[in-house]
C-alpha cells in the first residue's frame, strides 16, 4: 500500500488488517502525509469505541471499506 492509496479511505469506516496480525476496525478520521508526521511516515487515525487509534504506514497489510 502506497501513501496516496490512504486518502481512498479517509471518511469511511474501514478495517485494517496489520502485519502482526491485528485486525482494526473503525472510522477512518485522518490520513497524515509522511512530511507532517515524525518519524517521516504516513499514517491512518481510526476512530473505535476505546478511542483514537494510529496505526503507521508500514504497519498496514490491507485495508478494506466496510
Known amino acids: 500500500m502506497t501513501e496516496n492509496e ?8 474501514i478495517r485494517v488488517n496489520c502485519t502482526d496480525g491485528q485486525v ?5 478520521c485522518i490520513v497524515t502525509q509522511a512530511l507532517d508526521n515524525d518519524p517521516e511516515v504516513a499514517s491512518i487515525v481510526i476512530e473505535r469505541d476505546s478511542g483514537l ?3 503507521m504506514l508500514p504497519e498496514i497489510e490491507s485495508i478494506t471499506v466496510e
Open 53 to 55: 487509534t494510529e496505526i
Open 24 to 28: 482494526l476496525s473503525g472510522f477512518c
Open 6 to 13: 490512504l486518502y481512498q479511505f479517509e471518511g469511511k469506516n
